[in-house]
């Protein structure tokens, strides 16, 4: 991991408003919903390379990344892609969150030019296979994210699917519409979670 970068205070997650009941339940629980790793975007996440291990230890190592939990954020509201990709051209809105998570769980993604290399296991088979989901490659670097990795519980409950949060503002741009406008301004005082236009990102 990158150890030079300032730890950042805040993070943002960005959303669409096509799937409105998402955007209450957010702001209704202070929760966002965490996912495995077959379910992101990137056909690539999670893959390694390794060399002479043996089938039973690449079974543990899938085993074990299909236990992760992955709540996925960026750390720069003025990124152009983002609201592009997620917030439907900037239609929707960056909701951001305090980062008060427990840094042994979470850290920016390290992006690297080549997939992981996995070379060695640890003794006993005490197998980390949270530095393989912090790893992407390169071409992914624009999204300046950030993580937060959860292990699984063996008896998974739907709301083990979530992390608690702390809103403290959400962002909306010019682009918005005036009834999603309205929709997101009876959140607003419903529960008491502060909005604003965001007018520094370049339209």
């Given at each position: 991991m990158e150890a030079q970068q300032k730890w950042p205070s805040k993070l943002y997650k960005f959303k669409s408003f096509a799937q409105p009941q998402q955007i209450i339940d957010i702001f209704e629980n202070s929760h966002i919903y965490c996912s495995k790793f077959q379910e992101l975007n990137d056909p690539m996440e999670g893959v390694f390379v390794h060399y002479g291990l043996k089938n039973c230890i690449v079974d543990e190592l899938y085993k074990a990344k299909n236990?992760?939990?992955i709540a996925c954020f960026t750390t720069c509201i003025q990124n152009e892609a983002m609201w592009a990709y997620y917030a439907d051209s900037a239609r929707g809105i960056a909701i951001e969150i305090e980062n008060n998570f427990d840094n042994s769980k979470s850290n920016y993604v390290n992006y690297q030019s080549n997939i992981s290399e996995i070379n060695q296991i640890i003794h006993n088979y005490l197998?980390?296979?949270?530095?393989?989901?912090?790893?992407?490659?390169?071409?992914?670097s624009h999204e300046n994210e950030f993580r937060v990795i959860?292990?699984?519980?063996?008896?998974?409950?739907?709301d083990n699917r979530f992390i608690n949060v702390?809103?403290?503002?959400?962002?909306y741009t010019n682009r918005i519409t005036q009834s999603n406008k309205k929709f997101l301004e009876k959140l607003s005082k419903l529960y008491e979670i502060k909005i604003e236009e965001h007018k520094h990102l370049k339209l």
């Open positions: 236990k992760r939990l197998i980390d296979v949270n530095p393989i989901l912090f790893n992407k490659l390169s071409s992914f959860n292990k699984v519980q063996d008896s998974l409950k739907p702390k809103i403290s503002k959400v962002f």
